[in-house]
Nanobody, 113 residues
């Protein structure tokens, strides 16, 4: 039972990154999976979610720039992030709603010139 996030890094403003979250089959079967982000001293906020049926939801701040998707054959959820801004800098966490909820380890995204 695990979530493994990857794909973070340093990118210039306006650039792109793709985050991946590889899940165990059990966690991937959850009603929804999603990406959340957190900066030091602040709460963890929802970025994007995708249900088992592929219905997506986005935070207003990322709508039109980020795209969440899932590959059911690979038990993987992706977050394509385009037009990145310095305010997108955060630690990004993968989440599965299975059971009481599971969090993956964070992957740091830094947007800076």
């Amino acid at each position: 039972v695990q979530l493994q996030a990857s794909g973070g890094g340093l990118v210039q403003p306006g650039g792109s990154l793709r985050l991946s979250c590889a899940a165990s089959r059990t966690l991937f079967s959850a009603s929804f999976m999603g990406w959340y982000r957190q900066t030091p001293g602040k709460q963890r906020d929802m970025v994007a979610t995708v249900t088992s049926r592929g219905i997506t939801d986005y935070a207003a701040s990322v709508k039109g720039r980020f795209t969440v998707s899932r590959d059911n054959a690979k038990n993987t959820v992706y977050l394509q992030m385009n037009s990145l801004r310095p305010e997108d800098t955060a630690n990004y966490y993968c989440y599965s709603s299975y059971g009481l909820g599971y969090w993956g380890q964070g992957t740091q995204v830094t947007v800076s010139s």
